[in-house]
């Protein structure tokens, strides 16, 4: 056996990177993250939590924190278009004004909701919790200069606070970004848009709340000639970002000094007097790009370094959020010898598709934007806004007014957010299938969809369906379905001599050791309901499809691993699932 530093590094300590590592930390896999910055980046980007996310920090118990450092639910809820800050509004989505099928669809389907928490926040609540588990080293100002594949082993080669070295390791989790070298470096070509454009990104802290206090909005998209783009509210008080289009042929984010960026953030609001801190500019790329392939080797691909959105969809981060949650348990069940390394081929095939679709749901509503005035057209519309002829304006503001509605999937997509279905995905995205809708949701209990959510009782506590996961497999049943449970206790079936597991010692996934003998550990709990737990509204065996004698298998990340149509019983099913016999979710 190769003498082993470390089961897993990770490059790159963002919000993926450190979920990856919270989720193997859960799964009791030791791991050493690797970051080249000194730190958590303060300058926020990404800000939307969608459901499935909330979920997740759920489960990882962050939700309550990210929930405390979100914006004003009441804020949240409103996007806005004004020619300035100042102006009055061409137009409005809250969500609290849409169809009441779609106002019951998000009050059913989760115990959580959308939230706004800047990035650094929610990379805060990772980190804490990441180091209050322990199970992971964080190193911040370390640099990854080389990563080699030898087959049975990677040698992770840093440069950090000590020098160089070199990390032995069985698989590498490159989770560096977009701009990260990882990639490139394995000779892993992207598909997708061309450069569509770039955009540059002002943090600042300024009081709005005169133009705020009447009317709060988490978005403002203002058409103007003078300074277009849109406010973001990172607090919904005093933290704010605000992006517009800029030709990094011409000029830089240097090309930006804070007196520069200052007037900007006036001229958008519409006001000579306003006291504005700027803290730091960025830019970034408008693209929607996916990696060829999530694995080299050893070695996968999570988060921007896999894919790459536009903004327009809130996907990027919570998509590497999920990647993170789909990878890690697949990583522990095969460094815990409980899977062959051909489980790790089943996370491209599932989140892939996946990424595809929310590139092309992300591009279609940028470019739909255009009609309301963001894009290549805004110079045009600004100038007829503003322009010298009254009827021409008012126009152009009904105009706006109009089409301002027909942006709400951009904005309202919950069947994006947690409607996604393994395997059964390939087929629906493929070429020549019909689009998903972003909005409807409908929860389904088949193999690869998340497990849909109900209230239950549980000990007198209201709690739901996911309150009932945890970190292994979950066996769920109706009420005269404890025999499912008992064929759980059955010795597990052959592994056979090609499996490719590699053995490990309970409780220490990635050394050697015996292989369990039962199922214990890896179906960490079994909910019979009717017993374990009530459903005082009877929505639970309903959603879940299992009658009174039916059972379910759900998978570590929540999504449903087997049903109890067919004659297999949880135990043969598990165990192809793991060696990776058959393709999960088929």
Known sequence: MTDIDTPVVIIGAGPVGLATALVLGRHGVRSVVCEQYGGINPHPRAHVVNTRSMELFRAWGIADAVRADAVDPAQAGT???????????LGRIDFADGTQNSLTQRAHASAEQLASCAQDRVQQHLLDAVLAQGAAAVHYDTTVVEVTDHGDAVDVTLDGAGGRQILRTRYVVAADGAVGSTRDKLGIAMEGSPVLGHQLNIY?????????????????????????????????????????????????????????????????VGTTELDVDIRSVGSWTLTARTAETYRSGRVLLVGDAAHQFPPTGGLGMNSGLADADNLGWKLAAVLGGRASDALLDS?????????????????LNAIKMAEVGIGPETAAIAARLAGPDPAVAAAERRRIAEAVPRQRPHFDALNQEIGYVYGAARQVFGVGGPPPSATDYTPTAVPGARLPHAWVERDGERVSTHDLLGPGFTLITGPKGTGWADSLAEPCPESGEDSGAQPAKPGEPGEPGEPAETWEGMVQRTVVIGRDVTSPDGRCPELLGIGADGALLVRPDGHIAWHSTGGSTPASALADLLRGAERPAQ
Request: charged content about 25%; some cysteine.
């Open 79 to 89: 996007i806005l278009w004004k020619q300035t800050l100042a102006g009055e509004p």
């Open 347 to 363: 996370y491209e095939r599932e989140r892939r598709p996946i990424a595809v679709e929310n590139a092309r749901h992300s591009m």
């Open 204 to 268: 600042f802290h300024a009081d709005l709340s005169p133009w705020m206090r009447q009317d709060p909005a988490l978005l403002v998209w203002l058409i103007n000639d003078t300074s277009p783009g849109v406010l973001i509210g990172m607090d919904g008080a005093r933290r704010w970002t605000f992006q517009r289009s800029f030709d990094p042929a011409v000029e830089s984010p240097q090309d930006y000094p804070p007196e520069r960026c200052a007037q900007i953030i006036r001229d958008a």
